[in-house]
């Protein structure tokens, strides 16, 4: 109602995401609905919290395939419409689990690492067509994502000073559009984080597996 209000045209869908064979149906209605695609951000996802040694392996491929795999078949349904058109940006939601540590979220961190790995793939392989990809780390943000789930490992406890709004990460999401670059973050603290694992990971990761390890001992 709002985008309409602004003088904008509005439609919106609910799918299962999960539901793989239902993914380029859907890719199909949003091109006859709204003719063309200009952005893809995908933003969807879900994460199993439980120690590696605990997942079963059912667990851990649905975590992949709502992860990894139906972004992966959503942005590959619309990409010929953006390059038949010549205009398209995709924007993958990535995780700080990936370039922190991930206490109890192996799955979802490892589908968010292939996600990772395919959009760099993309922003390669697109050099010189007028489409683009970007990946974009939003770190902790105040959403249900966070809370309990019967079944699941609790989660890790939340910095309310180290947390984001959604509204404010959707607005650096949008504020990342107007630039050309690969890797963007909405929280500056899991930015340096990241920077500190990539120069040295052994001594991030040993450290990291210390501290979790005398925090179990609390």
Not at 35 to 55: F, H, K, P, S, W
Not at 64 to 76: C, E, K, Y
Request: glycine share 8%; aromatic share 8%.
């Amino acid at each position: 109602d709002a985008c309409e209000a602004a003088g904008a045209r509005a439609h919106g869908w609910v799918v299962d995401l999960a539901d793989l064979e239902g993914i380029d149906a859907f890719a199909r209605q949003v091109l006859v609905d709204m003719d063309r695609v200009d952005i893809l951000i995908n933003n969807a996802g879900a994460g199993r919290r439980r120690r590696m040694q605990d997942i079963s392996v059912a667990d851990f491929e649905a975590t992949m395939a709502l992860n990894f795999s139906a972004p992966l078949r959503l942005t590959l349904a619309l990409l010929p419409n953006m390059l038949e058109r010549g205009r398209g940006r995709i924007v993958n939601i990535g995780s700080s689990g990936t370039r922190e540590f991930a206490p109890g979220t192996g799955a979802y961190v490892a589908a968010k690492a292939a996600l990772d790995a395919f959009t760099e793939a993309l922003y390669i392989d697109l050099a010189g067509t007028p489409v683009s990809a970007h990946t974009f780390v939003p770190g902790r943000t105040a959403t249900e994502f966070s809370l309990a789930r019967p079944g699941e490992d609790p989660p890790f406890p939340a910095d309310p000073a180290n947390t984001d709004s959604a509204d404010d990460v959707a607005e650096a999401i949008l504020a990342s559009l107007a630039t050309d670059g690969f890797e963007y973050f909405a929280n500056p603290t899991v930015e340096a984080n990241a920077a500190e694992k990539r120069r040295d990971p052994n001594r991030y990761l040993t450290r990291r597996r210390d501290w979790m390890s005398r925090r179990g001992d609390q």
